[in-house]
T-cell receptor, first 114, second 113 residues
Framework: DTGVSQDPRHKITKRGQNVTFRCDPI?????LYWYRQTLGQGPEFLTY????????KSRLLSDRFSAERPKGSFSTLEIQRTEQGDSAMYLC????????????FGQGTRLTVV | GQQVMQIPQYQHVQEGEDFTTYCNSS?????IQWYKQRPGGHPVFLIQ?????EVKKQKRLTFQFGEAKKNSSLHITATQTTDVGTYFC?????????????FGKGTKLTVNP
């Protein structure tokens, strides 16, 4: 297993366009997180899944953001009608539901909205 | 709002000096985890503390979890240039059936050789 992989690594889009990112977690991990990180800040929680169920979504997240994990394996994060303020690194992490275990991060997708 | 606070935001030290970063949560944590992120990289897990008052060591790094399970610290003895990076604490917060990992804003450590 090569760890958590994210695709694409970089995305440049025009304001108003929709974008979709993909995350493939470590195969036996049933918990999957999405975070957003801007320069000089810590990873900001967006949402997380346990298997295919989305258990929490940040209240800071607008309705333009949606995430899915249809079969409890890979996940997608879609941003509709992108804004310049959406420019950030989007990180995916996976872990086991078992208590007390660490999160493994992917390399992230860097989004630039122009 | 931000549930996990971390200070200081930046710390610059001379090589050989000690370094400490502190983490505080507004709520009791199920556990606290520490991560290191190098420039251009992603957060990498360092350690996890679970028990109240727990102390763990990794070579020159000492991690503590407070008695109330609301605060934690990371102390590095005799820093080296390889220690540079941003150190994040992350608290596992359980609320209303949900369990999420919330990160602090991190402490960026620079080491002058």
């Amino acid at each position: 297993d090569t760890g958590v992989s994210q695709d694409p690594r970089h995305k440049i889009t025009k304001r108003g366009q929709n974008v979709t990112f993909r995350c493939d977690p470590i195969s036996e991990h049933n918990r999957l997180y999405w975070y957003r990180q801007t320069l000089g800040q810590g990873p900001e929680f967006l949402t997380y899944f346990q298997n295919e169920a989305q258990l929490e979504k940040s209240r800071l997240l607008s309705d333009r953001f949606s995430a899915e994990r249809p079969k409890g394996s890979f996940s997608t994060l879609e941003i509709q009608r992108t804004e310049q303020g959406d420019s950030a690194m989007y990180l995916c992490a996976s872990s086991l539901v078992r208590m007390n275990t660490e999160a493994f991060f992917g390399q992230g997708t860097r989004l630039t909205v122009v | 709002g931000q549930q996990v606070m971390q200070i200081p935001q930046y710390q610059h030290v001379q090589e050989g000096e000690d370094f400490t970063t502190y983490c505080n949560s507004s709520t009791t944590l199920s556990n606290i985890q520490w991560y290191k992120q190098r420039p251009g990289g992603h957060p990498v897990f360092l350690i996890q503390l679970v028990k109240s008052g727990e102390v763990k060591k990794q070579k020159r790094l000492t991690f503590q979890f407070g008695e109330a399970k609301k605060n934690s610290s990371l102390h590095i003895t005799a820093t080296q240039t390889t220690d540079v990076g941003t150190y994040f604490c992350a608290g596992l917060i359980t609320q209303g059936g949900s369990e999420k990992l919330v990160f602090g804003k991190g402490t960026k450590l620079t080491v002058n050789p």
